[in-house]
Structures are given as C-alpha cells and as structure tokens.
C-alpha cells in the first residue's frame, strides 16, 4: 500500500470523498500512523481520510 494522495481517476472523474475515507481506512489496516495523512494540505481530503483511518 502506499500512502500518497490518490491519482486522477482513469475515467477523468474526480475523487470522491468516499475514496479518501477508503484509503485512510485502508491506511489504518495497513498499520499506518493517523499523523502519515498526506493530505495535510487540502482540508476536505484530510478530513474524509481521517474519518475513514478512524473507523477502521
């Protein structure tokens, strides 16, 4: 797995707010820090990320 912003969608649409809470859920099974978010720069990523790290 590796923790790094999600790319671009093969079918050009956008990333949805249930994609980022996947992977800070997937994040979390994986064993990766709450702190390791790599959206700390764009608040909507970070905060779905982190709602998903948590509830893993």
């Known amino acids: 797995m590796i923790n790094a912003p999600l790319p671009p ?3 050009g649409k956008p990333n949805t707010n249930k994609d980022y809470e996947m992977q800070g859920w997937n994040a979390s099974l994986a064993g990766i820090p709450e702190d390791a978010c790599p959206y700390y720069a764009t608040s909507t990523a ?3 990320w ?3 790290h948590r509830s893993a």
């Open 9 to 11: 969608k093969a079918n």
């Open 46 to 48: 970070e905060k779905y």
């Open 50 to 52: 982190l709602k998903g």
